[in-house]
Nanobody, 120 residues
Framework: QVQLVESGGGLVQPGESLRLSCAAS????????MGWYRQAPGKERELVAV??????TLANSVKGRFTISRDNAKNTVALEMNSLKPEDTAVYYCYIRGTRGIDYPTRDYWGQGTQVTVSS
């Protein structure tokens, strides 16, 4: 079993900051990538940020404001969100793409989601 536990969501005012954290636990053999998606009410889930070995990708809408970081030793990934805007309001989901062992397929594992609300 692989479990992802997120923390750090909440209600903030426009311009403020939040830090989301995600910790993966369980039987994990290797992780190819770690990242964050978000889903706002009435919208499809969208990629926010992903980190792979040697590269990081951020959605255009968050470039310059959000930073993703990863601790391979602890199997954790964090999303530092600055200058938050009302349009950043969404449920944020952590995910990892990896495998439980050499005889297991690579697949995505998801967290339960954490609400981020940006409102004055």
């Amino acid at each position: 079993q692989v479990q992802l536990v997120e923390s750090g969501g909440g209600l903030v005012q426009p311009g403020e900051s939040l830090r989301l954290s995600c910790a993966a636990s369980g039987t994990i053999f290797s992780i190819n990538e770690m990242g964050w998606y978000r889903q706002a009410p009435g919208k499809e889930r969208e990629l926010v940020a992903v980190t792979r070995v040697g590269s990081t990708t951020l959605a255009n809408s968050v470039k310059g404001r959000f930073t993703i970081s990863r601790d391979n030793a602890k199997n954790t990934v964090a999303l530092e969100m600055n200058s938050l805007k009302p349009e950043d309001t969404a449920v944020y989901y952590c995910y990892i793409r990896g495998t439980r062992g050499i005889d297991y397929p690579t697949r995505d594992y998801w967290g339960q989601g954490t609400q981020v609300t940006v409102s004055s």
